[in-house]
């Protein structure tokens, strides 16, 4: 009997050990800790960590989509935070990317992401074209809203005075008057912008048409977007006309492909949105999939593919492809 106890135990620690080698440890690269952003991708992890199986996912804080894409590209994380201008610039070559990446991969987009143009409502501008030589945050350091500002801003020929700074300290220079302004990206209502209003009545800037139409004849990957914050917060009344893009989660052909499909299978669930909702609430009105489907730059993972495909969505050829 002894004999045969011990090998059973010995069975049993084979087996916690299988179970152990098993766990397929991941890494999330992460906006800064800051964003509202920053809490879906803690939320929605954990959520991640519950229902499929087999994986354990940790999260990174790196700062924004560019440099969690970069550091993606270096095989430092397996998935990261995403944005379709960031995709672009990786898919193409286009600083602050070398080489075009081929192996880059979207696992899903989780929101549309308009840009807000944020002013003190005290600051005496009441324009984009105003903007020029005012001190103004355009966004975290490093992060794809700064390099998309950036990028309106030039096709319309307005320049601030920029404040570069992480996203926290962007909002302390704000709160204590040290620039007119910031730009977030984002939907209504917007942890960081709220923070923003406590401190400082606010109003919200439009791009007007020629604008918006200047923007995206540069860079397409941009579409107009509006919004109506005032029922949020801040002084603004009626539509406010932006540019967006959409934001979500990336990763590349290296990730398993099974992997990649539960994942897909449970962000897209109902459970999925509303554990998505639970820490982004606009979150409770979108649909990823087609949000998905409809904002890639980068071909979908194979494993996504899947899914959707299964799931009865129409996937276009040209987000397919052979990982």
Request: glycine share 8%.
């Amino acid at each position: 009997m002894t004999t045969t106890f011990r090998g059973l135990a010995l069975t049993a620690v084979l087996c916690i050990s299988g179970a152990a080698q098993a766990q397929e440890r991941l890494t999330m690269g992460a906006t800064h800790s800051a964003s509202s952003f920053y809490a879906y991708q803690v939320g929605i992890t954990n959520y991640l960590n519950s229902a499929v199986e087999g994986v354990n996912i940790n999260v990174r804080e790196l700062g924004g989509a560019e440099v969690s894409t970069e550091a993606l590209l270096r095989e430092e994380v397996d998935m990261g935070i995403s944005v379709t201008s960031s995709d672009f610039a990786a898919m193409n070559g286009i600083e602050p990317f070398r080489g075009e990446a081929d192996n880059l991969r979207t696992l899903y987009y989780f929101a549309p992401l308009p840009l807000n143009f944020v002013v003190a409502a005290d600051a005496g501008i009441d324009s984009i074209d105003a903007l020029a030589d005012q001190a103004f945050n355009p966004g975290g350091r490093g992060t794809s809203t700064e390099r998309q500002v950036e990028q309106i801003m030039e096709s319309i020929d307005v320049t601030p005075d920029w404040l570069r700074a992480e996203g926290g300290d962007a909002l302390d220079a704000f709160q204590n008057g040290r620039v007119s302004g910031f730009v977030k990206g984002g939907n209504h209502p917007d942890g960081y912008i709220q923070q923003a209003a406590t401190a400082r009545d606010i109003i919200f800037l439009s791009l007007d048409e020629a604008q918006r139409n200047a923007a995206i004849e540069a860079y397409p990957f941009f579409s107009a977007a509006k919004s109506t914050p005032s029922e949020f917060y801040g002084e603004t009344e009626g539509e406010v006309n932006s540019l967006q893009t959409a934001i979500g989660i990336n990763t590349t052909s290296d990730l398993d492909e099974e992997i990649a499909y539960q994942i897909a299978k449970a962000v897209f669930s109902e459970e999925g949105r509303e554990a998505a909702a639970e820490v982004y609430a606009p979150a409770r009105t979108i649909d990823a999939a087609q949000l998905t489907i409809d904002a890639a730059v980068a071909p979908l993972h194979s494993g996504v593919v899947r899914y959707l495909e299964e799931a009865g969505y129409t996937v276009p050829a040209d987000l397919k492809t052979q990982d």
